[in-house]
């Protein structure tokens, strides 16, 4: 696409390698504070509730694959039901089988406060107190541990990344003018920064499960941070000739990778290798994926609608 911007798709590209790092087990403990907080905030940067279509967009980019990538667990947790005794909420609550998919359904539900908030107020200061209070909200519910169904507390939170990451959409599209080298600096100034602060306490983040076990300071200092430090590091891999086309591919199909990649993780694991192995296989294996499913399946993994509204 002639309009995608380097520095973001080798944001994407870093982020979604970090996640697959954490699934293998190769991995930096303090990353969890910022991988997720890094999608749900670039999400917004390119989010258009007033763009024609919109919500049919995010029907098309995260129901549908949500959907199509669950289908293996929901049948397997079936046969499994009917296989041992158990009851068939335990089968499907604590699956043998992991997915990320919790990030779409997320996502999708917080296009949908994206919309409803930008018909009530068009003030971007209001835009602001609104993600602050949503980041409160899901912190707060977090600490009285209430219980979270169908990824709603996780969506409180993260709405708060996403709608900072739409209220600076501007100048992190233009962060691609900055000078490559300072970025980089301010870039691992930024993450290291994050894994200090993240590392002062006996802290714990987990964003699937709305988790947030550290002061609400850290939660979202570590997180910003983060964001900051991955965009500031790919403004300088985008002058870079192959690193940038390595992890540019990676980020023009992170939406793809976050769905299939832990079908393969399952796989390899059963080999039992060291994890700086497991994960250099499931690299590797990405672009074979990748191609089979935009090409046989480019509908049912979000690269081209499913479903059309004619006019």
């Not at 694959?65 to 929901?74: I, K, R, W």
């Not at 209430?146 to 409180?156: A, D, G, R």
């Not at 993260?158 to 600096?185: D, P, Q, R, T, W």
């Amino acid at each position: 696409m002639a309009n995608r911007l380097p520095h973001i798709d080798i944001a994407k590209g870093i982020g979604i390698l970090a996640v697959v790092g954490l699934h293998t087990g190769f991995h930096i403990d303090a990353w969890v504070c910022w991988e997720m907080p890094l999608f749900f905030f670039l999400s917004g940067v390119f989010a258009n509730p007033n763009k024609n279509g919109f919500i049919l967009s995010r029907v098309n980019r995260l129901l549908v694959p949500a959907v199509f990538f669950y289908l293996p667990v929901f049948f397997y947790n079936c046969a499994y039901y009917l296989t041992h005794k158990l009851s068939l909420y335990d089968c499907f609550a604590n699956s043998a089988i992991p997915t990320a998919l919790w990030f779409l359904i997320a996502l999708f539900y917080i296009s949908i406060i994206h919309i409803l908030i930008f018909r009530l107020f068009k003030n971007k200061f209001i835009h602001l107190l609104i993600a602050l209070a949503f980041f409160i909200i899901g912190y707060l519910l977090s600490h009285w541990k209430i219980p979270q169904y169908v990824f709603i507390n996780t969506s409180i939170t993260s709405c708060s990344y996403y709608l900072l990451g739409n209220l600076v959409s501007g100048e992190v599209k233009k962060m691609g003018s900055f000078n490559g080298y300072i970025a980089l600096l301010c870039g691992l100034v930024a993450l290291l920064g994050s894994y200090i602060i993240y590392h002062t306490g006996d802290n714990y983040i987990f964003y699937r499960n709305n988790e947030l076990n550290a002061d609400i300071y850290i939660v979202m200092t570590t997180a910003l941070l983060g964001i900051l430090g991955i965009l500031m590091i790919s403004v300088y891999c985008s002058g870079t000739e192959i690193l940038s086309k390595v992890l540019s591919y990676f980020g023009e199909n992170s939406l793809l990778i976050l769905c299939s990649h832990l079908y393969i993780v399952k796989i390899i694991q059963l080999l039992q290798l060291p994890s700086v192995l497991q994960f250099g296989l499931v690299v590797a294996s990405l672009p074979m994926i990748i191609y089979l499913f935009k090409r046989f399946f480019p509908r049912m993994s979000g690269y081209s609608p499913l479903i059309r509204i004619s006019r």
